[in-house]
């Protein structure tokens, strides 16, 4: 019996041996240190009719307008694998007449490696799409129907010279002082807009998290409203309404017209009248 809790002893210790020379060779090369950066700027010409798209798969994007005649953007490469690392981010340009697309590309495997853009934009230039995998996303003041789409992340817009359609999968949506909105649409996270005009029928919907929307009276449309985890408010001098229950409300917005339609399983829905 001795010699049998010997074996098992030894055998014991192998294992554990093992497992930590096998573990750190598995995890020697994912080893991270300090973050380093490296800057880049740069800025192109605009003209009256530009349109900017931005693509990136790491990091944050901001955008906003001001008074300058060419865009500006000023980049943040950061990493927590030294700078060799560094050059594994990409940024790319081209410009074909009228249109201008910023790109970030990764070499693989992307380990603790981003690329974070702050850009300047004129008042004249149509910003058509902002697109990330990984990071937020805040726009603001400027011009043109926008496609705002990140994956792990929030999203702001605000004083938008055009319609807004944002979604998301983890993180929040906050739209103020548009022109419109079309759909907005995440998963983990709540949602507020002020729908001060729709041309289509939009959703509005989220899995978890609540909905504050605030809407034009002067909008004609009808709203469909539905929760399951939470309760449902609304201004009844804004809307009509048709049909009710605790977790469920049916109306109209003046006249009727294109559908609102407002949805989350997690969280409270509230509908207010937009002061404007």
């Not at 307008?65 to 081209?94: C, F, P, Q």
């Not at 690329?115 to 805040?138: A, F, R, Y």
């Not at 939009?202 to 985890?229: D, K, L, P, Q, R």
């Amino acid at each position: 019996m001795r010699g049998l809790n010997l074996k098992i002893k030894l055998i014991t210790v192998l294992i554990i041996l093992f497992v930590i020379v096998f573990s750190g060779c598995i995890n020697f090369s994912e080893k991270s240190g300090p973050e380093v950066r490296e800057y880049f700027e740069n800025e192109y010409i605009a003209e009256n009719d530009t349109i900017l798209r931005i693509t990136t798969t790491n990091g944050a994007i901001s955008v906003i307008s001001w008074d300058g005649e060419n865009i500006t953007m000023n980049a943040t490469k950061r990493s927590r694998h030294g700078y060799d690392d560094l050059d594994k981010a990409k940024i790319i340009v081209t410009e074909d007449n009228n249109e201008i697309n910023i790109e970030i590309q990764h070499d693989q495997p992307i380990r603790n490696r981003a690329v974070d853009l702050d850009i300047k934009i004129p008042k004249n230039v149509t910003l058509q799409s902002v697109t990330s995998t990984n990071g937020p996303i805040e726009i603001t003041n400027t011009k043109g129907d926008s496609v705002l789409t990140t994956t792990n992340g929030p999203i702001i817009a605000e004083g938008i010279d055009g319609y807004v359609k944002a979604s998301s999968t983890n993180g929040g949506i906050d739209i103020k002082s548009t022109t419109g909105v079309d759909n907005l649409i995440t998963t983990n996270g709540g949602i507020s807009a002020e729908i001060f005009d729709i041309i289509n029928d939009i959703n509005i919907h989220t899995t978890n998290g609540g909905i504050t929307v605030y809407i034009n009276s002067t909008i004609n449309a009808s709203i469909e409203i539905s929760t399951i985890n939470g309760d449902i408010f609304v201004d009844t001098s804004l809307i009509s309404v048709t049909q009710e229950s605790s977790k469920y409300l049916k109306g109209t917005i003046g006249s009727g017209g294109f559908k609102i339609d407002i949805q989350t399983t997690n969280g409270g829905i509230k509908v207010y009248k937009l002061v404007v």
